[in-house]
């Protein structure tokens, strides 16, 4: 398995991202100094970290310096050892406001040379390269920066597997600019990610709640670095079924554009009825951690990504009974194992589904953007960074045809579609 670059980008990311690096370093072992580390956990380690002198380790990944509070949070946390000037871009002068328009020029203008410099070195001290890992809002002042470094890395490393871990509004309590920018960074993601894992706050709060838990950022970002710990498992240690990226995408994928995944991620318990625990996460309203307006179990096609050491045949049995049977996919299932467990939470499962209600959401989305920009609510702070109507309406082109390419698979498979989309307008 080839080595992985993480990029950070906005408050959101940075935090995910911290998060995530304390967790590796967790299940790695490495902060147990008294406990020297056994084959298994050093054995790949070179996918997430540089071995140095005197095995010491260094992370491979960039954090955007985008606030004085982040960096002071990571360069006293006990992480920073792990850390060094190559993965925090330099401190610039800063005037950056909500919008995309706001964002994208401060890429171009004071960090494109900068991080692809950064960018470079790592990836010329890495063995054999697999990809970069992208942590970032779709909504937020990052939205610009992370869009147009996913471009340039498209255009630099065609080869190269990208994918992307992106926070979407919530429905809900969304704002104008928020909308306009989701959408203009689904114009990116879909042209030039190969994965795209979807994840919204609205959704992991009521998940929190029902655990009886405070819904905090920290709590939030804690469930989503769990999640990006188990997506690369398997790249990272040895496993009875290994897989990456790269065999998620080809399997989960359909058509080329339709790339956008949801997610759900449970411990479970061997000794008791674990069969009926995972077929469990089928159920939507208990474990989807991606957005709550899910009404029907229905997939073109899902994967199971397991930490444990469990006979593989209980899982086809499990595969069985919840796998959608689409008579245009032959299989619409695959599983990849790690016989290495959490280090916290033991045996781990998760599942990723390429959901084919994503349509809807987006075309929710789509509905509003096209709502406002009509009015022109907001367009002049994206016209005065440079950014002409054109755009708008290319973005909002390309999103409408997005959406109906969901909506034409949905319907050349399942006759009660139009009534669910139906139903979902009147929901919303």
Same mark, same amino acid.
């Given at each position: 398995?080839?080595?992985?670059?993480?990029?950070?980008?906005?408050?959101?990311?940075?935090?995910?991202?911290?998060?995530?690096?304390?967790?590796?370093?967790?299940?790695?072992?490495?902060?147990?100094?008294?406990?020297?580390?056994?084959?298994?956990?050093?054995?790949?380690?070179?996918?997430?970290?540089?071995?140095?002198?005197?095995?010491?380790?260094?992370?491979?990944?960039?954090?955007?310096?985008?606030?004085?509070?982040?960096?002071?949070?990571?360069?006293?946390? $006990?992480?920073?050892?792990?850390?060094?000037?190559?993965?925090? %871009?330099?401190?610039?002068?800063?005037?950056?406001?909500?919008?995309?328009?706001?964002?994208?020029?401060?890429?171009?203008?004071?960090?494109?040379?900068?991080?692809?410099?950064?960018?470079?070195?790592?990836?010329?001290?890495?063995?054999?390269?697999?990809?970069?890992?992208?942590?970032? *809002?779709?909504?937020?002042?990052?939205?610009?920066?992370?869009?147009?470094?996913?471009?340039?890395?498209?255009?630099?490393?065609?080869?190269?597997?990208?994918?992307?871990?992106?926070?979407? $509004?919530?429905?809900?309590?969304?704002?104008?600019?928020?909308?306009?920018?989701?959408?203009?960074?689904?114009?990116?993601?879909?042209?030039? *990610?190969?994965?795209?894992?979807?994840?919204?706050?609205?959704?992991?709060?009521?998940?929190?709640?029902?655990?009886?838990?405070?819904?905090?950022?920290?709590?939030?970002?804690?469930?989503?670095?769990?999640?990006?710990?188990?997506?690369?498992?398997?790249?990272?240690?040895?496993?009875?079924?290994?897989?990456?990226?790269?065999?998620?995408?080809?399997?989960?994928?359909?058509?080329?554009?339709?790339?956008?995944?949801?997610?759900?991620?449970?411990?479970?318990?061997?000794?008791?009825?674990?069969?009926?625990?995972?077929?469990?996460?089928?159920? $939507?309203?208990?474990?989807?951690?991606?957005?709550?307006?899910?009404?029907?179990?229905?997939?073109?096609?899902?994967?199971?990504?397991?930490?444990?050491?469990?006979?593989?045949?209980?899982?086809?049995?499990?595969?069985?009974?919840?796998?959608?049977?689409?008579?245009?996919?032959?299989?619409?299932?695959?599983?990849?194992?790690?016989?290495?467990?959490?280090?916290?939470?033991?045996?781990?499962?998760?599942?990723?589904?390429?959901?084919?209600?994503?349509?809807?959401?987006?075309?929710?989305?789509?509905?509003?953007?096209?709502?406002?920009?009509?009015?022109?609510?907001?367009?002049?702070?994206?016209?005065?960074?440079?950014?002409?109507?054109?755009?708008?309406?290319?973005?909002?082109?390309? %999103?409408?045809?997005?959406?109906?390419?969901?909506?034409?698979?949905?319907?050349?498979?399942?006759?009660?579609?139009?009534?669910?989309?139906?139903?979902?307008?009147?929901?919303?």
């Amino acid at each position: 398995m080839g080595e992985i670059i993480q990029m950070n980008f906005g408050d959101i990311g940075n935090n995910i991202g911290h998060q995530y690096l304390e967790k590796l370093i967790d299940d790695h072992y490495l902060n147990d100094k008294s406990n020297s580390l056994s084959n298994q956990y050093t054995q790949k380690i070179h996918v997430s970290f540089e071995e140095q002198r005197n095995q010491q380790y260094q992370f491979r990944g960039i954090f955007d310096n985008s606030s004085d509070q982040f960096t002071n949070k990571l360069l006293t946390s $006990p992480e920073c050892q792990y850390i060094n000037n190559d993965l925090l %871009l330099s401190k610039r002068n800063r005037n950056i406001s909500g919008a995309f328009s706001n964002g994208q020029n401060y890429y171009k203008d004071q960090v494109q040379d900068e991080l692809f410099e950064k960018l470079n070195r790592h990836i010329e001290r890495c063995d054999k390269f697999f990809g970069c890992n992208f942590i970032h *809002s779709t909504y937020d002042n990052s939205s610009g920066q992370s869009s147009h470094a996913i471009n340039q890395f498209r255009e630099r490393f065609p080869s190269k597997m990208c994918s992307s871990f992106s926070l979407i $509004p919530n429905i809900v309590s969304t704002n104008t600019i928020e909308i306009y920018n989701m959408t203009f960074s689904l114009n990116h993601l879909i042209e030039n *990610s190969d994965i795209v894992m979807l994840f919204d706050y609205g959704a992991l709060e009521k998940k929190l709640q029902k655990l009886n838990q405070l819904c905090t950022f920290e709590n939030n970002n804690n469930i989503i670095a769990e999640c990006i710990l188990q997506m690369n498992c398997s790249q990272r240690f040895p496993g009875h079924l290994n897989g990456d990226f790269k065999k998620i995408a080809v399997n989960l994928t359909p058509f080329p554009r339709q790339h956008f995944f949801t997610c759900a991620f449970a411990p479970f318990n061997t000794n008791s009825d674990w069969i009926s625990q995972l077929q469990h996460l089928s159920i $939507p309203e208990n474990t989807y951690l991606t957005y709550h307006n899910i009404t029907r179990n229905q997939y073109f096609a899902q994967s199971l990504i397991t930490r444990c050491s469990t006979n593989n045949m209980d899982f086809h049995q499990v595969f069985s009974n919840f796998v959608n049977k689409v008579e245009w996919i032959a299989d619409g299932g695959v599983h990849i194992n790690c016989k290495v467990e959490n280090r916290n939470l033991g045996k781990t499962v998760m599942h990723v589904g390429n959901h084919r209600d994503l349509g809807q959401l987006f075309k929710t989305h789509a509905e509003i953007f096209t709502a406002n920009f009509r009015r022109k609510a907001f367009v002049h702070y994206y016209l005065s960074d440079g950014m002409d109507e054109m755009e708008f309406t290319e973005a909002e082109s390309n %999103l409408n045809d997005f959406v109906s390419e969901y909506q034409q698979c949905c319907c050349g498979t399942f006759s009660d579609d139009e009534e669910y989309y139906e139903q979902s307008e009147d929901y919303n």
